[in-house]
C-alpha cells in the first residue's frame, strides 16, 4: 500500500520490540467472537490511476455547470474563482493543518482567521464575526439558539421570504431544543406583514435579504418593532456578494447576521464544503458559538494571534457550552479571505454591479417572453419568474436540451402551492449567449 | 481536540534571540495584515464595468462605507505565501495529536475532488443532470455500511459533532415515536468523553450524567447497570476509548442499555483503530458519527471543513434525516422531503461532498486489504512508541497495549519544575508538533500520542529519542529548556489572558483604535 512505509521486516522487528508474536495480539481486548478473521467484503486496494478512471467516470456522468447555460442558484451560486485562491489553499501548511491550538506554530492559520472576521464584520456591518460556521443554515439556526440564550425568550418567528431549507434547520434544532419557532406563509412578493408577528414573547425575528424569492427587504422597520418588543433581529443572506452593493443587516439594526459565503473563494461542489458566517454586536460574544480569534502578544511583546473566549466552548464547558460545535470550516474561510482581498471594496462593489447588471438584463428580456411573469420589484442576481405551467417540469425539459433553467421554488417546498414559480439566478459567468439559449429554450418549451 | 491549557504570560518579558532590521529572522518572515498594505484604490481582480443600466436594487444601495483594501496579485501570493510558512503541517513534520488522527493525505484525493464533475455541480440542478454524484453518494453509504455492519447511514453531518447531533436526534425521535419524550431525558456520558458528547447531549435538552471509570481507565458494566432507568435515553461512548483502549466490555454494555430501553451512541472519533478488525453493528451500537477527516484522511485544512456521516442501526434507520439516496427499481432516488419517521433536515444540501469524494479515493487507494493494514500500523505504531517510552515516562493505567494512541500521564514530571504543558512546547523546539496535552480530563497531565500509520520506523526512532532526551532533560532539572520554551519558533509563548480579558476580534485602523481607547 502506497501509503505506508513500513516492509515486512520493519513490522516484525516492531512487534518483536513490543514483545508479541503478531499484530493481532495487540487487538486482544475486542471480544474474540467479534474480531473479523477476513477480509471486509470490499474491493481490494488499487493504483492512483485505476482510482482516477473509476471516479473520472463517476464524474463524467454529471451536466458540468460551466458546460452549459446554467442559472442555478437558491443558496449556492457558480462564480469564477481566481486561480491564486485554489492553489493558495492547497500549500501543505493550511491543507494540512490542524486547529491552531498551538499559536507559537499556527500563526499562519490565526492571522488569516482574524483578517477573515474582519472582513465578515464590515461586509455585514457589524461589530465582532467569528472564525466561520459549517455553512449558512446550520449558521441560522445556530443563531436562533443564540437569540434564545441572550433574551431568555424560546419563540422564533421565521420570515417566509426565509430559504426553507434554511428554516427547516432551524426548525428541527428548536424542535429538537424544545424551542419554538414558527414559520410564515411562503412570501413571493415580500408583502408579509411581519411586524404584526413580533409580540413580548418573541425572542427574535429571522429575515433573509435577497430572500429566497430574489427580494431586497428593508430591514429597519423590522428592527425597530423587535427592539420594541425586547426581541432581537436576525438578518439572513445567501448570497454574500449582494453586500459589495446592498445596505449591510448591522446598518438596518441587525442583532446577529448569518449568511453563506460560498460565493466568495468557493465552488459549487454538490452542495458542500461551504461556509458560514456569523456576525454580531461586540457585547454579545458571550454567546456566540464557535471559534474566536483574537489578538495579543508574545513574550517578547509581538503582536500574535490565538483562539481566545474558549470558555464558551465544548472542550472546556462540556454541557454547559453555547454550542456543540467543534470545527469550523477553515480552508473555506482561507478561501473567501484570499479572494476577498484579491477584490477588496473596490473590487467586490464592481463585480456585484456586474452581476446586478447582467441579472437586470435578462429580468428584462424574460418580461418580453409569452407565458414568462418577473415577480420581483427588486433583486440582486437573482430572481423569480412564474411560468405559464410547472416550473419543475419546463426545467426538466430544458435540461434535455442541456439549458439549466433554474431552481423551481417547488423543489424546495413542495407544499407551498407555488409549482409555476422558478428561480432564476445570473453571475458573471452568464454569458450574453447563455441567456439567448434561455430565452430560446423558454419559448420553445412554454405554450403560448 | 485538544484541550487549551495555555499560562498567561507576561508580556515582554522575555529577550528577543535576534535582532534585525525587519524584525524577521531569515526564512522566518513578520508580515503585516492586509489592512496595513492594502489600498481601497487596488483590485487584484480585472473586471470590465458593465454598460449603463437601471439597477432595482429597491432603494437599499450600500450607504455604509467598506473599508476593505484590496492587493494585487503579486501581494497576495506574498502575503498568504509568507503566512502559510508560519504554520506546522502533516506534511513538514510528525504531528502526534491524540485523537485528532494527523495522517498523510494524499493529494490524488485533492485531485478527484476538483474534477469538474464533482467541482461543479450545482446540489439543486436537475437530480437526471448528477446520476454520477448520487452513485457516488451510494458507493461511499456502501462502504461505510459495510465496514460498520451497520444498517443505514445518513451523509448529511458536517463535521464530527454534527454527526453526534444526527445521531443523537434520531434517538430523541425514536424515543419520542415510542411515547417516551417526557420521560427518557438521561444520557449517559463517561468522564472520559469530548467534551461534544455531553454538549451535544444538553443541545437537545437531555440531561447528562457522569459515568465513572475504572482504574483501568475502561467502563464497567456495573457502574452502566447501576445507573441505568426508565428515564435513561441512551449512553454516549466513545470505542476505542479517549484513553485509547479497546472498551473489552462494550458487548455487555449494550445488553444492560439495550435491556433497559435506551439506545447506544458510538462516538467514532477512533474508528480509524479497528477498521477492517472488527465492526461496529456487531458489538451492539445504534448510531456511531465517522469523522472522515480522521479515519479515511480528508484534510484538516487548519480546522474544516470536517465531514462526520453517521451509521445507524435498523432500529433508528428510518429516523435518518433527509436527504438521503434510495434504491429504486430504476436505478438511485433522491429523498429530499421528509417522510415518515425521518426527523427532518438539519442543514441546507447534501451534505459535504467535496469530502465525500476524497474519503471515497483514499477507501478506494487502499481497499479492504489496505485499509486493516492501516488499523493494523496504527496500533503497531502507537504500541512502539509505547514500549520505547515507558522506562522514562509514567502510564496510568500501568504497561498494556493500546490501540492508536498511547496515552502519558504526568506522574513522572513530578517534583522536575516541568509540567504537562512546558514539556509539550519544548518539543516544539525540535521540530514536533505537541501530542494533545489535558485530555482526556480523567489523568492528570495527560499526554496522549497517536503517531498514525503514516510514519516510517526511522521517523518514529528520531521522534522516540528526541522524547526520552527531552525527558532525560526534565528529570536532570534543566528547567530553562522547558519553562520558557518554545525558543525557536514563529512567536513565544502567546500571553492568552490579555487575549480572554480584553477581546481584541478585529482590526481596526490605529486612528480608530487610539480614539475608541
Known amino acids: 500500500m502506497r501509503y505506508h512505509p513500513h516492509t515486512k521486516s520493519e513490522r516484525e522487528a516492531m512487534l518483536a520490540r513490543i514483545g508479541v508474536a503478531s499484530i493481532d ?57 481566481p486561480a491564486s485562491v485554489d492553489h493558495l489553499i492547497q500549500r501543505s501548511e493550511f491543507l494540512t493543518s490542524y486547529t491552531p491550538y498551538q499559536p507559537e506554530i499556527a500563526q499562519g492559520t490565526l492571522q488569516y482567521l482574524f483578517e477573515f472576521q474582519t472582513q465578515v464584520a464590515a461586509l455585514t456591518g457589524m461589530e465582532v464575526a467569528n472564525a466561520s460556521m459549517y455553512d449558512g443554515s446550520t ?124 460565493s466568495l473563494g468557493n465552488g459549487l461542489n454538490f452542495g458542500g464544503p461551504y461556509v458560514g458566517l456569523m456576525a454580531t454586536r461586540q457585547n454579545f460574544i458571550r454567546q456566540m458559538p464557535g471559534r474566536l480569534c483574537g489578538e495579543t502578544v508574545d513574550a517578547e511583546g509581538r503582536r500574535g494571534f490565538v483562539l481566545t473566549l474558549s470558555t464558551r466552548e465544548q472542550h472546556i464547558r462540556r454541557d454547559k457550552a453555547t454550542s456543540n460545535i467543534c470545527t469550523n470550516s477553515g480552508l473555506c474561510a482561507l478561501a473567501f479571505t484570499i479572494h476577498m482581498s484579491l477584490l477588496g471594496a473596490k473590487g467586490l462593489r464592481q463585480l456585484a454591479l456586474v452581476n446586478h447588471a447582467r441579472a437586470s438584463a435578462l429580468a428584462e428580456q424574460l418580461r418580453k417572453v409569452a407565458g414568462v411573469e418577473v415577480i420581483n420589484k427588486s433583486f440582486f442576481n437573482e430572481f423569480a419568474v412564474r411560468l405559464k405551467g410547472s416550473a419543475s417540469e419546463i426545467v426538466e425539459t430544458l435540461a434535455e436540451s442541456r439549458v439549466l433553467a433554474g431552481v423551481p421554488y417547488a423543489r424546495l417546498a413542495p407544499q407551498a402551492g407555488l409549482d409555476d414559480i422558478l428561480l432564476v439566478a445570473v453571475t458573471e459567468t452568464t454569458t450574453d449567449a447563455d441567456a439567448e439559449a434561455l430565452i430560446a429554450a423558454l419559448q420553445g418549451a412554454l405554450p403560448c | 481536540m485538544l484541550n487549551n491549557q495555555g499560562r498567561p504570560t507576561h508580556a515582554g518579558t522575555a529577550q528577543p534571540s535576534a535582532r534585525t532590521f525587519t524584525g524577521n529572522r531569515a526564512l522566518m518572515m513578520e508580515e503585516a495584515l492586509i489592512f496595513e498594505t492594502g489600498r481601497l484604490d487596488v483590485t487584484g481582480v480585472d473586471i470590465e464595468p458593465p454598460a449603463a443600466f437601471t439597477p432595482s436594487l429597491g432603494g437599499l444601495e450600500r450607504r455604509a462605507p467598506l473599508d476593505l483594501p484590496g492587493l494585487s496579485e503579486p501581494e497576495t501570493m506574498r502575503h498568504y ?30 485531485k478527484m ?275 520505547c517510552l515507558n522506562d522514562v515516562m509514567s502510564s496510568p493505567f500501568g504497561e498494556r497495549p493500546c490501540m492508536h494512541e498511547v496515552l ?78 518554545p525558543h525557536l519558533a514563529q512567536r513565544r509563548r502567546l500571553d492568552e489572558t490579555r487575549a480572554a480579558r480584553t477581546p481584541k476580534l478585529r482590526w481596526t485602523p490605529p486612528e480608530v483604535a487610539k480614539a475608541a481607547e
Not at chain 2, 83 to 108: E, V, W
Open chain 1, 25 to 81: 495480539a495487540l487487538f486482544a481486548d475486542i471480544p474474540a467472537d467479534k474480531r473479523l478473521e477476513g477480509l471486509l467484503d470490499l474491493p481490494h486496494g488499487l493504483s492512483e490511476m485505476a482510482v482516477e478512471r473509476q471516479l473520472g467516470a463517476l464524474a463524467a456522468r454529471n451536466v458540468v455547470a460551466g458546460s452549459v447555460p446554467f442559472f442555478c442558484g437558491a443558496g449556492a451560486y457558480r462564480h469564477y474563482v
Open chain 1, 139 to 262: 449558521a441560522a439556526a445556530e443563531a436562533v439558539l443564540m437569540a434564545h440564550r441572550l433574551t431568555r425568550r424560546s419563540k422564533a418567528v421565521l420570515s417566509g421570504g426565509l430559504h426553507p431549507h434554511y428554516a427547516e434547520a432551524i426548525r428541527t434544532l428548536t424542535a429538537m431544543a424544545g424551542e419554538e419557532a414558527s414559520l410564515m406563509p411562503a412570501d413571493l412578493r415580500a408583502e408579509e406583514d411581519i411586524l404584526a408577528e413580533i409580540d413580548n414573547d418573541t425572542s427574535c425575528v429571522v429575515v433573509q435579504s435577497p430572500d429566497v424569492f430574489g427580494n431586497l427587504r428593508d430591514l429597519r422597520p423590522i428592527a425597530a418593532r423587535a427592539h420594541e418588543k425586547g426581541a432581537l433581529l436576525i438578518a439572513v443572506f445567501t448570497e454574500v456578494m449582494a453586500l459589495g452593493l446592498i445596505e449591510p443587516p448591522g446598518a438596518m439594526g441587525a442583532d446577529i447576521v448569518v449568511g453563506e459565503g460560498q
Open chain 2, 81 to 110: 505565501v509568507r503566512l502559510s510558512q508560519k504554520n506546522f503541517s502533516i506534511d513538514a513534520g510528525l504531528y502526534p495529536l491524540g485523537s485528532c488522527t494527523m495522517k498523510h493525505n494524499p493529494r490524488l484525493n485533492e
Open chain 2, 113 to 387: 475532488a476538483r474534477l469538474p464533475g464533482f467541482a461543479d455541480i450545482h446540489p439543486l440542478q436537475p437530480v437526471s443532470t448528477v446520476p454520477g454524484a448520487l452513485a457516488l453518494l451510494a458507493q461511499l453509504g456502501h462502504w461505510l455500511t459495510t465496514m460498520t455492519g451497520m444498517a443505514a447511514v445518513s451523509l448529511v453531518p458536517k463535521a464530527g459533532a454534527h454527526g453526534e447531533l444526527c445521531g443523537m436526534m434520531a434517538i430523541k425521535a425514536a424515543i419520542a415515536a415510542r411515547g417516551e419524550a417526557a420521560t427518557r431525558r438521561v444520557v449517559l456520558v463517561p468522564d472520559s468523553a469530548h467534551g461534544t458528547n455531553p454538549a451535544t447531549a444538553a443541545l437537545i435538552g437531555f440531561e447528562v450524567r457522569a459515568v465513572p471509570a475504572r482504574a483501568d481507565g475502561t467502563v464497567d458494566p456495573a457502574s452502566v447497570a447501576a445507573l441505568m432507568g426508565p428515564d435513561v435515553a441512551a449512553i454516549m461512548l466513545t470505542n476505542p476509548n479517549t484513553c485509547g483502549i479497546f472498551e473489552r466490555d462494550i458487548v455487555a454494555i449494550a445488553a444492560i442499555i439495550h435491556e433497559g430501553g435506551g439506545y447506544f451512541y458510538c462516538d467514532g472519533a477512533n474508528f480509524n483503530a479497528i477498521v477492517g478488525k472488527t465492526r461496529t453493528g456487531d458489538l451492539g451500537v445504534d448510531a456511531m458519527h465517522i469523522n472522515l477527516h480522521k479515519t479515511f484522511s480528508t484534510p484538516h485544512g487548519g480546522g474544516g471543513p470536517g465531514s462526520g456521516p453517521v451509521v445507524l442501526s435498523e432500529r433508528l434507520a428510518a429516523f435518518a434525516p433527509v436527504p438521503f439516496v434510495r434504491k429504486s427499481a430504476t436505478g438511485l432516488d433522491l429523498v429530499e422531503h421528509a417522510e415518515g419517521q425521518s426527523f427532518g433536515r438539519m442543514s441546507a444540501f447534501h451534505g459535504q461532498m467535496g469530502m465525500f469524494v476524497r474519503a471515497l479515493s483514499y477507501m478506494l487507494s487502499h481497499g479492504a486489504d489496505g485499509l486493516r493494514e492501516a488499523s493494523e500500523d496504527a496500533v503497531l505504531n502507537a504500541n512502539y512508541v509505547r514500549v
Open chain 2, 408 to 485: 502519558f500521564d504526568d506522574e513522572w514530571l513530578k517534583g522536575s519544575g516541568v509540567t504537562t504543558l512546558d514539556f509539550a512546547k519544548a518539543m516544539i523546539d525540535e521540530g514536533y508538533h505537541p501530542m494533545t496535552m489535558y485530555f482526556p480530563l480523567v489523568v492528570h497531565g495527560a499526554m496522549l500520542i497517536e503517531p498514525t500509520e503514516s510514519e516510517s520506523l526511522a521517523a518514529l526512532d528520531l521522534f522516540i529519542m528526541t522524547l526520552r532526551d527531552l525527558a532525560f532533560s526534565a528529570k536532570r532539572g534543566e528547567t530553562g529548556r522547558f519553562t520558557d520554551a
